[in-house]
C-alpha cells in the first residue's frame, strides 16, 4: 500500500569481490605475506558475507514496507446494513493509523513494548535482561521483541527459537524502522495480527467480538484486545472469557502503574461488565443473494476474496428476510396438504424486483440454504406453463384485437407429419377443466387461463407473427411451435422478473441488477446502472395490467388478494404438474415465486400455481406491507387509455385497441386519461 523503498546498490559488493581475486593473485606471487593475506581475505569474505545478509534482510523487509495485505471484501445492502463478509484465508478489515483510537495505542504499548516510540527497532536493555535469564536457563525460555520485531515475526519469519532467525529479525527491524514511521508500523502491526476466532486485525476483532467500531469500545474491551495477540487460542473471549478478563486486567493494571490512567478510570474498567457476540465470520444474512452477487462481481475482478471491495447491493435485507420466510411458508403448506410429497427434493425460488429501478430487492434460490446451496433462482431452468400467456395476449392487443374481442374456446385437433418413418402425430390440447366454452372474450380466456382459446388466438394472429415478436419482446430459445401457447419455454425465475416488471412499469424493459455500487480499497467507486429499453406502448402495456388484475379479481389467481392494494399477475402450471408459478405485480414490485421438484418429477395433482404459490405470494405481500406501508396502491392510468361500457361493464380500450364494431358507440370519448 505504501511504497518508499530504493533498490540497494551493489557496487560495495562487486568492489569486494574483486579485491578478494586481486589478494589471491597477491598470495601466489608473495607466499612470504601470506598470514597477512589471509587476514585480509578473512575480512573481505566477511564483508562479502555482511553485504549479502544485508541484502537478503532488506528484500524481506520490502514486503513489509510495501505491505498490501489480504482483506475481506464486504456486502452492504441498500440502506448500507452489513450483509456478508467474503474472504479468502484471512478474515481482515482494515483500518487507518489516524483512525486508532490513542487508547488502544496506549494499552498496547503498555503491555507489550513501553518504549517502542523512544527506540530504533530493537531494545538493547530487554535484549540484555532475557541473554541473562535465558544463559541461566540454557534455552531460550524468554524474548524481548520489540513490536516492530513482533510485526516481522508473525509476517516475514517463522516463530522458531533459533540464534539465526533472532539475528535476521533484529536486522531486518532495523531496516523496517529507517524506512517507516512509528506510526506506520504501528498501524501494519495492529492491522496483520491475529486476534483469534478467525479474525485478523484490531478492526475486525472489534467488530467480530463486541460488534463496534474501533471509537465505540470502551477501555475494558480495549485492554481485551490488546491482551489477546500474545496467545491468540488462549485468550479467545468467546472460548475462555475468565483468561481473557484476567489479562486484560493485567492490562490495566499496567497503564495505572505507567499513570496513563487514573485510578478512576482503571476502577471503573475493571468493574465494567462486557458483552462478547461468537458470530459466525462471514456473517452472511443472504446467502443466496450475495452468491449471486459473488459471481457477477467476480466476472469483473478477480481478487474479490482478497481485495478488500465494499459491494452494495440492490437487494434490501426485510425485504430479503420477508420472501425467505414466505417461500418456506409455502414450502411447509405443500408437505402439510400431502403426506407423500417428497421433502428432499422439494424446493423452490422466489425473487422481488422493484419495477422502474430493475433492483432486485431479494433473491431467495431455495427453502433452505444449508441443506442445498444451488441457487434456483439464477441457475434452473424451468417452464413457465400458463404464467406465459399475458405476453402473447399482448402481442395480440399490439395486433389490434381488444381485451373484448371474441375467441373460440374448441378444441381441434392438429397433425404433425413427417419423421423417418413419415408417421402422423396428432396433438390434441385440453383445458384444465377439460370442456369449452365456445365463444370467449380475450379477457375471459386470459383471466380463466383457458388453454384451448390461448391456442386459437395464437394460430389467428399468426404464428411466425407471435414468434418474432417474443424475440423482439427479449426472450430467447422461444419454439416455432404451437406449444409456446401453453409455455413450453424454459427460464429462470431472476431472468423471467424482468418480463413481468416490463408489465408494471408501462411497457419499459429493465435488466434487473444485484450490485449498485463497488468501491476498491482506495475509495474509487464503479456505479451500477440498469439497462433500460422501451418494448411496449405504455397505453396497449396498460390493457394487459387490467386483464392480469381481473386474473386476481375473479380468476385463477383469486388466493393473492390483499385488502387495499391493486395486484395484477398470473399463475402457471407446467404440464404434468412439475412447475407451479405465480407472477404477481404491485404499482411498486414484481414478485415471481416457483416451487417443484429438483429431479424435474411431478408433484401431486393438487399442486398447481393458483394454489401452490399463490399462497406465499399473499404471505410475503401481506407482511411487505406492514413493513413498507407507504407503498404505492394503485397502478397509473397512461395517457391514451380510455374507458367505455362494454355487455354492461366498465372497460378499457384505445385507439389502436377499439371495442368490437358492434358496441363501440357505447365507448365515451370523454373517459380520456
Not at 465470520?281 to 467476480?298: C, F, H, M, T
Not at 392494494?565 to 408459478?581: C, F, L, R, V
Not at 411498486?588 to 394454489?611: F, H, K, L
Request: charged residues 25%; contains cysteine; hydrophobic residues 40%.
Amino acid at each position: 500500500m505504501i511504497n518508499n523503498t530504493q533498490e540497494p546498490k551493489n557496487g560495495g559488493k562487486k568492489w569486494i569481490i574483486a579485491a578478494v581475486f586481486g589478494i589471491l593473485k597477491y598470495i601466489i606471487a608473495n607466499k612470504k605475506r601470506t598470514i597477512a593475506a589471509v587476514f585480509i581475505v578473512f575480512f573481505a569474505a566477511f564483508g562479502i558475507f555482511a553485504v549479502n545478509t544485508y541484502q537478503s534482510a532488506y528484500y524481506q523487509a520490502i514486503e513489509l514496507i510495501n505491505y498490501n495485505p489480504k482483506l475481506t471484501t464486504q456486502f452492504f445492502d441498500r440502506n448500507g446494513e452489513l450483509v456478508a463478509n467474503y474472504f479468502e484465508d484471512e478474515n481482515r478489515l482494515y483500518v487507518k493509523f489516524d483512525d486508532i483510537p490513542y487508547r488502544m495505542v496506549e494499552a498496547l504499548v503498555a503491555i507489550e513494548d513501553t518504549v517502542f516510540f523512544e527506540h530504533d527497532g530493537i531494545n538493547a536493555e530487554a535484549i540484555f535482561r532475557a541473554a541473562l535469564k535465558n544463559l541461566r536457563s540454557m534455552k531460550f525460555s524468554e524474548g524481548a521483541s520489540t513490536l516492530t520485531q513482533q510485526l516481522i515475526k508473525n509476517t516475514l519469519l517463522t516463530r522458531e527459537k533459533t540464534l539465526k532467525r533472532k539475528l535476521n529479525e533484529a536486522l531486518i527491524a532495523l531496516i523496517i524502522e529507517r524506512h517507516l514511521t512509528k506510526e506506520q508500523i504501528m498501524e501494519r502491526y495492529l492491522n496483520h495480527i491475529f486476534f483469534g476466532h478467525g479474525y485478523y486485525g484490531v478492526r475486525t476483532a472489534a467488530e467480530g467480538y463486541f460488534r463496534k467500531s474501533l471509537d465505540e469500545l470502551s477501555l475494558k474491551e480495549i485492554a481485551m484486545l490488546v491482551g489477546i495477540p500474545r496467545q491468540p487460542n488462549s485468550y479467545d473471549p468467546t472460548k475462555h472469557l475468565n483468561l481473557t478478563l484476567s489479562r486484560a486486567n493485567a492490562v490495566l493494571n499496567r497503564m495505572k502503574t505507567l499513570g496513563w490512567i487514573s485510578e478512576e478510570e482503571y476502577n471503573q474498567a475493571i468493574a465494567e461488565e462486557v458483552k462478547v457476540y461468537d458470530d459466525t465470520l462471514s456473517k452472511n444474512q443472504a446467502p443466496y443473494a450475495v452468491d449471486e452477487a459473488i459471481r457477477e462481481v467476480s466476472l469483473l475482478y478477480d481478487d474479490v476474496r482478497s481485495g478488500g471491495y465494499k459491494i452494495y447491493l440492490s437487494a434490501d435485507l426485510k425485504t430479503q428476510q420477508l420472501a425467505h420466510d414466505a417461500l418456506e411458508f409455502g414450502y411447509q403448506k405443500i408437505i402439510e396438504r400431502d403426506k407423500s410429497v417428497n421433502a428432499s427434493i422439494l424446493n423452490g425460488a422466489i425473487v422481488v424486483l422493484d419495477n422502474s429501478k430493475g433492483d432486485i430487492l431479494a433473491l431467495v434460490g431455495g427453502h433452505n440454504y444449508t441443506q442445498s446451496p444451488f441457487n434456483r433462482a439464477v441457475m434452473t431452468s424451468r417452464q413457465l406453463g400458463s404464467s406465459f400467456k399475458p405476453f402473447l395476449y399482448q402481442i395480440a392487443l399490439d395486433a389490434g384485437y381488444s381485451t373484448m374481442d371474441l375467441i373460440p374456446d374448441i378444441s381441434r385437433v392438429y397433425v404433425e407429419e413427417g419423421g423417418s418413418k413419415n408417421e402422423t402425430k396428432e396433438w390434441v390440447p385440453k383445458n384444465i377443466e377439460s370442456n369449452f366454452q365456445g365463444p370467449i372474450t380475450l379477457k375471459d380466456a386470459l383471466t380463466r387461463s383457458r388453454n384451448l382459446a390461448t391456442i386459437n388466438l395464437v394460430s389467428s394472429v399468426g404464428l411466425e407473427t407471435v414468434h418474432r415478436e417474443l424475440l423482439k419482446m427479449g426472450f430467447k430459445n422461444v419454439p416455432n411451435d404451437l406449444s409456446i401457447s401453453l409455455g413450453s419455454l424454459g427460464m429462470s425465475p431472476l431472468e423471467y422478473s424482468k418480463f413481468y416488471g416490463m408489465f408494471a412499469n408501462g411497457g419499459t424493459l429493465v435488466e434487473p441488477k444485484m450490485v449498485r455500487k463497488i468501491v476498491n480499497r482506495f475509495g474509487t467507486e464503479q456505479l451500477f446502472e440498469s439497462e433500460k429499453e422501451q418494448i411496449l406502448d405504455p397505453a396497449q402495456n396498460y390493457l394487459m395490467i387490467d386483464m392480469l388484475k381481473s386474473v386476481v379479481e375473479s380468476g385463477t389467481g383469486r388466493a393473492v388478494k390483499v385488502s387495499g392494494i391493486e395486484i395484477a399477475g398470473k399463475t402457471g402450471t407446467s404440464n404434468n404438474n412439475i412447475d407451479a408459478w405465480f407472477c404477481g405485480i404491485t404499482p411498486d414490485i414484481s414478485v415471481i415465486i416457483w416451487y417443484g421438484n429438483d429431479d424435474n418429477t411431478p408433484m401431486p395433482a393438487s399442486e398447481v400455481g393458483g394454489r401452490t404459490s399463490t399462497v406465499p405470494f399473499a404471505y410475503f405481500l401481506q407482511n411487505y406491507l406492514k413493513t413498507y406501508p407507504a407503498a404505492n396502491r394503485r397502478f397509473s392510468i397512461p395517457v391514451g387509455v380510455k374507458k367505455g361500457i362494454y355487455n354492461g361493464k366498465e372497460e378499457y380500450f384505445t385507439t389502436k385497441s377499439p371495442f368490437p364494431s358492434a358496441s363501440r358507440a357505447a365507448a365515451s370519448e370523454d373517459t380520456l386519461f
